[in-house]
């Protein structure tokens, strides 16, 4: 299992530094979260990515609300224990964009 950042939630002058390094997510305000959307080939790619950030959500013990039609996948990102961002969230979305290169 990977390391479990903490989960204090983000200061908005940390969320605003953070976000800088997340070019393609956006800061959603009434759920304190990021979201994203993905576009793929077709279904079996768009499937093949979910299971790739699937397995490293898993290693995180940090899980994704997300939804996927065809070739698309919207992807939310907040801990809900600590009732917004924190650093889980962020090095969970660096992983995604890593997963969405490959």
Do not use: K, Q
């Not at 956006?26 to 699937?54: C, K, N, Q």
């Amino acid at each position: 299992m990977g390391v479990r950042p903490t989960i204090t939630p983000l200061t908005p002058e940390e969320r605003a530094a953070l976000l800088a390094s997340l070019p393609g997510w956006r800061h959603e305000p009434a759920r304190d979260a990021l979201i994203r959307s993905f576009r793929f080939a077709d279904f079996t790619a768009a499937f093949g990515f979910m299971t790739r950030v699937a397995l490293a959500a898993e290693r995180r013990d940090h899980h994704p609300e997300w939804t996927n039609v065809y070739n698309r996948v919207d992807i939310l990102l907040t801990t809900h224990e600590a009732g917004g961002l924190t650093l889980r969230d962020i090095d969970l979305a660096h992983a995604i964009d890593a997963l969405a290169d490959t």
